[in-house]
């Protein structure tokens, strides 16, 4: 795990050392254990590492015959790679996974990437042909952004090293602001920033460095094709096997590795497995909030550690830690993203960090499994429909008004979002029914000033949404749901995963992001997978015998919460107010004063209004104000 950055200079002219050791500060938390940097005339590299696998040898940039690399992640099924690419009469001086990838592509060419099973950012150099080749993993687990003038392409692990270079000036995506307020989150390759992008998941793109001349390549997708030749008792069977395989190769490392441990069925299932693999006592990292049961999940986690013997760590973070550390939070993040429970997330990571350097989590589960609450609500309107009108939009009834029944339960605390959810629009299609559930501005618009809201070109921004949506390989609404969350709300929060970790140096891993499970449960028929609107139906099948009944049996779904409305009665109201209802606050024109004086007076448990313009006002004061 680690960090880079790379310039090519299209005049020719030789890179600068000043200026690619300038923009590789800004990320030496990524990688405190080592460092290397390569120039060749117009092309620079330099690499920071945290050194998990190969320790003395895996140094970077790392070059092989005409081929040099600069590369963050790990390859988890590097060691099969490499004994077979030996047997194919390659021969190796390091142990290293970095040396595995160049081989790779001398074997197979750019194609070799659909073969990796990991998560990884790299940038290989072929002096051969003359070109570049930069590719990121499946999901999008590791970050990588690019910029692109008439003098120069930029390349970085994080946006921050990027704004570095003297060349680049910062300036804010408006189109992107807005979308910002619609999810929490910018769609495809956009950020927040003017002329910066990201590499998408399961892309690659070539360069010709003699023409520039760059060829985008899509290397992988989800494929929701059904299968409809298996039984249900194949898919569990074959669903335990990856996971356990998932969990064996990402236990792979030269330091100790422990857990995220939540309580929640994805985490726990994550350490209930490692715990029966990993030699010696597993160390967990849990979370809580003291300020009552419904911010603390602890008793679960206790009940996951001592079923397996784990050894457990707990941290309860405050109000004044949030208060200090927050900012410093937006500025690791690069962008706003995902919500609160990114300070709980760094807070747990520095606590794992102070024991362990590499940590396991669940992230991933509730999209490839359908973890979300807002399933069942989308298909309880589903199946009113059905049992009204006697018809279905989906061709079966994966979901009947008689199946969802048994768990309606869940929806409990969701009763004001289910009632504004039905306030208008009610039966209209699907494409249009999940845009209202995931529109993070449909209650709260008023907080924008009258200008900025006329502003908001939600056609464009719903266009945007439907070409995702309505992907031509997703033909039931469950599927539709689960894609679209799997492209565009999963990178969001992967976005948190590796900040926060990487702000304290620590490498976590996401074992549940196997494209082997993901592959295998998005070709599961959907009524299978979500039988009678039960959240990860076929993940707690598959795992019942390992889980503790208290954890199968949970009704509540926490997600990690943040006791924002109480701390915005104390302390924590004057961060608001001096943050939202500042001059230059005002100045920027998007949200208006008395009603944001309003929202923190009058802050919803649980709410997610106030945490997302706070997050925004601090990243223009961070990045566009330069405070």
């Not at 800004?26 to 330099?46: A, N, S, T, V």
């Not at 004044?320 to 807070?347: H, T």
């Not at 889980?547 to 409305?565: A, C, Y």
Request: include cysteine; proline fraction near 5%; aromatic fraction near 14%.
């Amino acid at each position: 795990m680690c960090g880079f950055v790379g310039i090519v200079n299209k005049d020719q002219t030789p890179v600068p050392f000043d200026v690619l050791v300038g923009m590789v500060e800004k990320i030496k938390h990524r990688g405190p254990d080592d460092e290397g940097y390569l120039i060749d005339g117009p092309l620079g590299f330099y690499h920071k590492r945290l050194s998990i696998i190969d320790l003395v040898t895996g140094q970077q940039p790392m070059t092989y015959g005409p081929f040099s690399i600069v590369y963050n992640g790990e390859i988890y099924n590097y060691i099969e790679l490499h004994d077979s690419l030996k047997k194919s009469g390659h021969a190796f001086r390091t142990t290293s996974d970095t040396e595995v990838i160049l081989h790779m592509y001398e074997e197979f060419g750019p194609e070799f990437v659909s073969r990796l099973n990991g998560m990884f950012a790299f940038i290989i150099y072929d002096r051969r042909e003359n070109r570049l080749m930069v590719a990121r993993d499946h999901f999008g687990i590791k970050p990588l952004y690019y910029y692109s003038d008439r003098h120069r392409l930029l390349f970085a692990s994080e946006i921050k090293a990027i704004l570095a270079h003297p060349a680049v000036e910062v300036s804010p995506n408006y189109e992107s602001v807005q979308e910002y307020l619609f999810f929490q989150y910018v769609l495809d390759e956009d950020t927040l920033f003017k002329g910066i992008y990201k590499l998408l998941p399961g892309h690659y793109f070539l360069i010709d460095l003699k023409t520039f001349q760059k060829k985008m390549v899509k290397y992988w997708e989800p494929d929701f094709t059904v299968d409809i030749y298996h039984t249900e008792e194949y898919f569990i069977w074959k669903l335990r096997e990856y996971l356990e395989d998932a969990i064996t190769i990402q236990l792979r490392s030269d330091v100790p590795v422990g857990a995220h441990l939540s309580g929640g069925i994805d985490s726990s299932i994550v350490t209930l497995l490692a715990s029966r693999k990993y030699a010696g006592r597993l160390k967990t990292f849990t979370g809580a909030f003291r300020e009552g049961p419904q911010f603390d999940e602890i008793p679960y986690a206790r009940e996951v550690a001592n079923a397996c013997g784990a050894e457990m760590h707990e941290i309860f973070p405050t109000e004044k830690e949030f208060i200090e550390i927050f900012p410093r939070l937006i500025y690791y993040m690069d962008e706003p993203a995902a919500g609160p429970g990114i300070f709980p997330q760094y807070m747990v990571s520095r606590l794992a960090s102070e024991e362990v350097k590499v940590v396991l989590g669940g992230q991933g589960g509730d999209e490839i499994f359908g973890g979300y609450t807002r399933y069942v609500i989308a298909y309880l309107e589903q199946a009113l429909k059905g049992a009204i009108f006697e018809t279905t939009d989906e061709g079966e009834h994966i979901v009947s008004l008689r199946s969802i029944l048994p768990n309606l339960p869940f929806i409990r605390e969701y009763v004001p979002m289910l009632r504004r959810f039905w306030e208008r629009g009610l039966f209209e299609p699907m494409d249009k029914r999940y845009f209202r559930l995931i529109d993070r501005t449909e209650s709260d618009r008023h907080i924008l000033t009258d200008d900025f809201r006329v502003s908001l070109d939600e056609s464009r921004i719903f266009s945007r949404f439907q070409k995702v949506f309505n992907h031509p390989n997703t033909l039931s609404y469950y599927n539709k749901m689960v894609h679209y969350d799997m492209v565009n709300n999963l990178p969001a929060l992967l976005q948190v995963e590796d900040r926060v970790s990487m702000a304290v140096s620590l490498e976590s891993r996401v074992p549940l992001l196997d494209q082997r499970i993901v592959d295998l449960v998005a070709s599961m028929p959907p009524r299978m997978k979500f039988r009678g609107a039960e959240m990860k139906y076929i993940l707690k099948r598959a795992t019942r015998d390992l889980l503790p009944q208290k954890i199968l049996e949970r009704k509540d779904k926490m997600g990690f919460p943040v006791p924002l409305h109480i701390w915005a009665k104390n302390r924590v109201r004057k961060f608001f107010r001096d943050t939202l209802l500042s001059s230059r606050c005002r100045e920027r024109g998007i949200f208006d004063s008395k009603e944001v004086e309003r929202l923190i007076e009058n802050q919803d448990a649980f709410s997610r209004k106030l945490w997302g313009a706070v997050n925004l006002e601090l990243w223009f004061k961070i990045f566009i104000d330069g405070e």
